[in-house]
């Protein structure tokens, strides 16, 4: 099983330029996440979904959008990219969203210049 | 607000040198806490999770505790391989759904 897998790993935009971190998941997995990573920081929940159309805000939403078609792809949208959203970006999945454990994806590693 | 403390930030440790990473954490009601090990340019990967006040997990090296505020990840005569960040994260009730909220870790270096 490949698990959680997002693309691209690496990544330089420009100040305003919009991009899409893809994520999908093979496990049959009913929840996902974005979570961002910065120097110093625990990670910190940018959008999730319980199910197949269903998403929701977490701590860090602004400048983010999510759309969650099928059960596994969870893509996270930038819009107008600015130098603050520069950070790694870390997909997750879960079984359910109760006491159990959550795998992550590899990251994508962000610079907005 | 739910909050989670990691210390210390960092810990040197020779091989075979036996030492404790602490969590404490403040939530409005644990469903779970749960310790992940990160490596550089990795995601983080799953550990443990625990429940209940005295509930112990044991992985190889590696064993986890908890009391009603904080938990501890000993480590027992670590090898180098045992180096990386480890991130503590509880849930709580009144969160987001599934949602973790992450210390900020400690990065381990055991050197031979």
């Known amino acids: 099983n490949a698990g959680v897998t997002q693309t691209p790993k690496f990544r330089i935009l420009k100040i305003g330029q919009s991009m899409t971190l893809q994520c999908t998941q093979d496990m049959n997995h009913n929840y996902m996440y974005w979570y961002r990573q910065d120097p110093g920081m625990g990670l910190k929940l940018i959008y999730y979904?319980?199910?197949?159309?269903?998403?929701d805000k977490g701590e860090v939403p602004n400048g983010y959008n999510v759309s969650r078609s099928t059960t596994e792809d969870f893509p996270l949208r930038l819009e107008l990219a600015a130098p603050s959203q520069t950070s790694v970006y870390f997909c997750?999945?879960?079984?359910?969203?109760?006491?159990?454990?959550?795998?992550f994806g590899q990251g994508t590693r962000l610079t907005v210049v | 607000e739910d909050q989670v403390t990691q210390s210390p930030e960092a810990l040197r440790l020779q091989e075979g040198e036996s030492s404790s990473l602490n969590c404490s954490y403040t939530v409005s009601g644990l469903r779970g806490l749960f310790w992940y090990r990160q490596d550089p340019g990795k995601g983080p990967e799953f550990l443990f999770t625990l429940y209940s006040a005295g509930e112990e997990k044991e992985k190889e090296r590696l064993k986890a505790t908890l009391t009603k505020k904080e938990s501890f990840l000993h480590i027992t005569a670590p090898k180098p391989e045992d180096s990386a960040t480890y991130l503590c994260?509880?849930?709580?009730?009144?969160?987001?759904?599934?949602?973790?909220?992450f210390g900020k870790g400690t990065k381990l270096s055991v050197k031979p």
């Open positions: 979904s319980v199910g197949a159309g269903i998403t």
């Open positions: 994260a509880v849930q709580s009730y009144g969160g987001s759904q599934g949602n973790l909220i």
């Open positions: 997750a999945s879960s079984y359910t969203g109760e006491n159990t454990e959550a795998f």
